[in-house]
């Protein structure tokens, strides 16, 4: 296959503001209730899993749901109680990769290809990672796990609540052959309705249809559906959150005595520092050069400018500054550079726009 392989996994909690209301009133435990909706063209937000068998669903009307649920009981939304929650499972996430991408407050994507824990498998991570919601918060979540993001977010439905499905590379194409396409993410009510008028039942169905043919009848969406039913969905975890500081650096294959050598080498580090800075150019005020000696004894010695600088040519003068700043103590091994201390530090949480959806 000429498409990479990452490790997904997608989190996703079960009946989040209504388990979250369900645990702080424990009164409400295992009733239907709605979280929203209870005000006169009220909304429901959340549905409780005791109030699902009755029909009851988010978006739904309060009036509809009390139809459908005489037993309902309707509670008042908390949206900093929920935001609480969601940073809670989001730090818990951050111990394994800094590739978190939040779809809202209850679900992220995160690659687990490279983790901080340097783990192999990506499944014992989402076990994880589920016991330890469990255990900070007392809520359960569910987890899909996969090759990619559209993978891992139908996955992580199948076994919902409170469970988790992997889909390794070589069950991905049967997976998707006899997947309803009501279950393909990004597959709404409507077109899933005009797939079946034309006899579009599963992704064995999908698949037999042509690129041509798929993108005339669902414009961009059609070259979407072409390529996912065969497994292939290249977009990456964005993370959302703004690192502290970026950094790169270089073990020597033999170390290294003299500052001129290791010039060198510095540029060469600044060049990959500057590439993972990457076009959105974070300016920063603090250099860090990290000197890792033949006997692995670290030192770092930092500097704080006046200034905000994005520049290689600058970061790199200050990186020298800093190298021949005091004399080397012993061989050198490996070297890195670092710039912290962001303009812009602090940025507004585009998913807090989830929270002023009305209820
Ligand atoms: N939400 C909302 N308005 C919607 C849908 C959802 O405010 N139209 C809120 C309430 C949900 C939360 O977002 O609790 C998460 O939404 P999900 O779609 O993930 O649904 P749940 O977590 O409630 O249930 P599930 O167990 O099916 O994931
Ligand atoms: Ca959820
Ligand atoms: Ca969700």
């Given at each position: 296959?000429?498409?990479?392989?990452?490790?997904?996994?997608?989190?996703?909690?079960?009946?989040?503001?209504?388990?979250?209301?369900?645990?702080?009133?424990?009164?409400?435990?295992?009733?239907?209730?709605?979280?929203?909706?209870?005000?006169?063209?009220?909304?429901?937000?959340?549905?409780?899993?005791?109030?699902?068998?009755?029909?009851?669903?988010?978006?739904?009307?309060?009036?509809?749901?009390?139809?459908?649920?005489?037993?309902?009981?309707?509670?008042?939304?908390?949206?900093?109680?929920?935001?609480?929650?969601?940073?809670?499972?989001?730090?818990?996430?951050?111990?394994?990769?800094d590739?978190?991408?939040?779809?809202?407050?209850?679900?992220?994507?995160?690659?687990?290809?490279?983790?901080?824990?340097?783990?192999?498998?990506?499944?014992?991570?989402?076990?994880?990672?589920?016991?330890?919601?469990?255990?900070?918060?007392?809520?359960?979540?569910?987890?899909?796990?996969?090759?990619?993001?559209?993978?891992?977010?139908?996955?992580?439905?199948?076994?919902?609540?409170?469970?988790?499905?992997?889909?390794?590379?070589?069950?991905?194409?049967?997976?998707?052959?006899?997947?309803?396409?009501?279950?393909?993410?990004?597959?709404?009510?409507?077109?899933?309705?005009?797939?079946?008028?034309?006899?579009?039942?599963?992704?064995?169905?999908?698949?037999?249809?042509?690129?041509?043919?798929?993108?005339?009848?669902?414009?961009?969406?059609?070259?979407?559906?072409?390529?996912?039913?065969?497994?292939?969905?290249?977009?990456?975890?964005?993370?959302?959150?703004i690192a502290k500081s970026v950094g790169a650096e270089?073990?020597?294959?033999?170390?290294?005595?003299?500052?001129?050598?290791?010039?060198?080498?510095?540029?060469?580090?600044?060049?990959?520092l500057?590439?993972r800075m990457?076009?959105?150019?974070v300016?920063g005020k603090t250099v860090t050069?990290k000197?890792?000696?033949?006997?692995?004894?670290?030192?770092t010695?930092s500097?704080?400018?006046?200034?905000?600088?994005?520049?290689?040519?600058?970061i790199?003068?200050?990186?020298?500054?800093?190298?021949?700043?005091?004399?080397?103590?012993?061989?050198?091994?490996?070297?890195g550079v670092s710039l912290s201390n962001f303009?812009?530090e602090?940025?507004?949480?585009?998913?807090?726009?989830?929270?002023?959806?009305?209820?």
């Amino acid at each position: 296959m000429d498409f990479p392989i990452r490790k997904i996994v997608h989190i996703d909690m079960d009946a989040f503001f209504a388990s979250v209301e369900q645990l702080d009133n424990p009164e409400l435990r295992g009733k239907p209730i709605a979280v929203g909706g209870g005000s006169e063209r009220g909304v429901v937000a959340a549905a409780s899993y005791e109030a699902r068998p009755f029909g009851v669903r988010s978006a739904m009307s309060g009036r509809q749901a009390k139809k459908l649920c005489p037993d309902l009981i309707f509670v008042q939304s908390n949206g900093a109680r929920y935001r609480e929650v969601s940073e809670q499972i989001r730090d818990i996430f951050y111990e394994y990769t800094d590739l978190v991408e939040p779809l809202s407050l209850d679900e992220a994507y995160l690659d687990v290809t490279q983790n901080k824990k340097g783990m192999v498998s990506a499944t014992q991570i989402a076990t994880e990672i589920r016991a330890k919601i469990q255990a900070k918060t007392q809520l359960t979540a569910s987890a899909g796990i996969s090759i990619n993001k559209f993978l891992a977010k139908v996955a992580s439905d199948y076994n919902k609540p409170n469970g988790q499905k992997t889909i390794p590379p070589e069950e991905v194409l049967t997976f998707l052959e006899e997947l309803d396409i009501r279950k393909f993410h990004g597959i709404g009510k409507v077109t899933a309705d005009k797939m079946y008028r034309q006899g579009i039942y599963t992704g064995a169905d999908l698949k037999k249809r042509t690129l041509e043919e798929l993108s005339e009848k669902f414009g961009k969406s059609g070259k979407y559906y072409y390529y996912v039913v065969r497994g292939i969905h290249t977009s990456e975890v964005k993370p959302t959150r703004i690192a502290k500081s970026v950094g790169a650096e270089r073990t020597f294959s033999k170390n290294l005595s003299s500052e001129i050598y290791m010039e060198e080498r510095l540029a060469e580090i600044v060049a990959a520092l500057q590439k993972r800075m990457g076009k959105k150019k974070v300016a920063g005020k603090t250099v860090t050069l990290k000197i890792k000696y033949s006997d692995f004894i670290i030192q770092t010695r930092s500097k704080t400018l006046p200034l905000y600088i994005s520049d290689a040519s600058l970061i790199l003068e200050e990186a020298k500054k800093l190298l021949y700043q005091e004399e080397l103590q012993d061989s050198v091994r490996l070297l890195g550079v670092s710039l912290s201390n962001f303009k812009n530090e602090k940025k507004q949480d585009p998913i807090e726009e989830q929270l002023k959806l009305p209820f």
